[in-house]
């Protein structure tokens, strides 16, 4: 078999191994309404107003459950920390108004919890599997073109 067609199969299995999971968080049995909540906010210190789907701003509620892109408005001296659903931690420390992303914008570093690791190691992993089905450490048995 051609390493090629090889490496495409392995990679396509990695890929599809990797994305089981994220499949399955999409899906719902039948009749069950899916929660559209991606993190709850909590309030750390001064004032914290959101505002959700367009509606003016209030202020936050003690770990009140907020939708992708709700707006988060810090105001000085105040903070918040948006904790994702996998885990991921993000703190606004810094006055202004932000919009809440449907998945934690820092998913790969050490505090995305265990998806990010997961997904990270996996890239990885298949990568360097690649690598080591592609060259073995034998190198290209043709010869050059140009002699």
């Known amino acids: 078999m051609n390493k090629s067609i090889f490496q495409s199969i392995a990679f396509g299995l990695v890929v599809a191994f990797a994305s089981l999971p994220l499949y399955a968080q ?10 559209e909540t991606v993190a709850k906010v909590e309030t750390n210190e001064g004032v914290i107003m959101i505002s ?15 939708k992708s892109k709700t707006r988060l408005m810090v105001s000085e001296d ?12 993000h703190k606004y ?4 108004v932000y919009e809440i992303s449907e998945r934690c914008v820092v998913a790969l570093l050490p505090a995305a919890g265990t998806k990010g690791w997961v997904l990270a190691a996996t890239v990885f992993g298949g990568g360097a599997i690649a690598l080591l089905i592609d060259h073995g450490g034998k190198g290209d048995p043709r010869p050059p073109v140009s002699r």
């Open 52 to 66: 959700q789907e367009g509606a003016e701003f209030a202020t936050a509620l003690p770990d009140e459950r907020v």
């Open 93 to 96: 420390d810094k006055a202004g």
């Open 26 to 35: 999409t899906t719902t049995p039948d009749g069950v309404k899916k929660d």
């Open 78 to 89: 105040s903070s918040a920390t948006v904790v994702y659903d996998d885990g991921c931690r």
